[in-house]
DNA sequence: CGCGAGACCTGATAGC
DNA sequence: TGCTATCAGGTCTCGC
């Protein structure tokens, strides 16, 4: 998405901005967004987790996070509106950039450089970075006892993992996502840690991950979908042993997991 | 302080 | 058919 976005928007003026007034603007009303948005050029597109920041030549930055359920599309500002659209921002070149959400999980904000920072200051290191290092890994397992699948969802531990990636690396390192995570051997975190690098690398590629409702820019679903292993597939047969994947709920949200291949850790009855 | 359950929303779908 | 219950890509808050 960032990559689009980088393609599409940087050097396009923002000549008119529709803000909706939600919770999405955390605060934020629609009409100071709409002033700080309006007649700015966008400099240049970053990420960071899962955080999008469109860079204005203002100095200002507009915050997007997509939540469960946030697309962002380039349209013509003739098509016809979007349910729940959050933001449509007409640009100097006749297209529209439009935010729609229907859950509103999602966040969209204007921030200074210094609010920024501070953000970016409370996620750990992205998985594809210099400082995601198995040691890195490691040291944050040792010292926690919550569920593994638990840090890995935590955007503080390693910034960007959601259910899907999470569910997929856990089972392509063998490793039961309740596991205590100072219980997890060296080698499993290197497997974990090599999985997640790995998934997260060829889903970029690939435009992402599709489940239900992501879509591009362009409204184009993301090719990772076909190639998921565990996610979603339960009561198919596992890739790797054959036998049917389960469901199960853990750390507060639905699992896919091999049985087989994933040990559930001892006196875990229920799941 | 860390952990885990519940809350926040709307919509799709399964089951009765 | 139509109602109800459940579940959904995320993250925050609160009680223990």
């Given at each position: 998405?960032r990559?689009?976005l980088?393609?599409?928007v940087v050097?396009r003026?923002i000549?008119?901005a529709?803000v909706?007034?939600?919770?999405m603007l955390g605060?934020q009303?629609?009409?100071e967004l709409r002033e700080r948005l309006e007649?700015r050029v966008v400099i240049s597109v970053a990420r960071?987790?899962?955080f999008l920041f469109l860079h204005l030549d203002s100095g200002d930055v507009l915050l997007v996070h ?6 962002l ?13 959050h933001l449509?921002a007409?640009l ?5 950039l439009?935010l ?6 999602g966040e969209l904000r204007a921030i200074s450089l210094?609010e920024l ?155």
């Open positions: 998405m990559r689009d980088e393609r599409e050097s003026r000549e008119r529709h909706a007034q939600t919770r605060g009303t629609a009409e007649r960071r987790g899962k997509r939540g469960m359920t946030g697309n599309f380039l349209k013509d500002p003739a098509d016809p509106p979007d349910a729940h659209l449509a007409r100097d070149d006749a297209r529209e439009r729609c959400d229907h859950r509103g999980f210094t920072d501070a953000l970016s200051a409370r996620l750990g290191p992205e998985p594809l970075g210099p400082e995601f290092t198995v040691d890195y890994l490691a040291g944050q397992f040792a010292r926690r006892t919550a569920l593994v699948k638990a840090l890995l969802l935590n955007q503080a531990i390693v910034a960007g993992l959601g259910n899907i990636y999470v569910d997929e690396a856990l089972w392509a390192a063998q490793v039961h996502p309740e596991r205590r995570a100072n219980t997890l051997r060296g080698p499993e975190v290197e497997l974990l840690r090599k999985a997640i690098v790995r998934l997260i690398g060829e889903s970029v590629e690939r435009r992402g991950t599709t489940f239900s409702d992501y879509k591009d820019l362009y409204g184009n679903p993301g090719g990772n979908s076909a190639h998921l292993q565990v996610f979603h597939r339960a009561k198919q047969p596992c890739l790797r042993c054959g036998e049917p994947i389960q469901h199960v709920r853990a750390a507060g949200r639905g699992s896919s997991v091999c049985l087989a291949c994933q040990r559930p850790p001892a006196g875990n009855g229920a799941s």
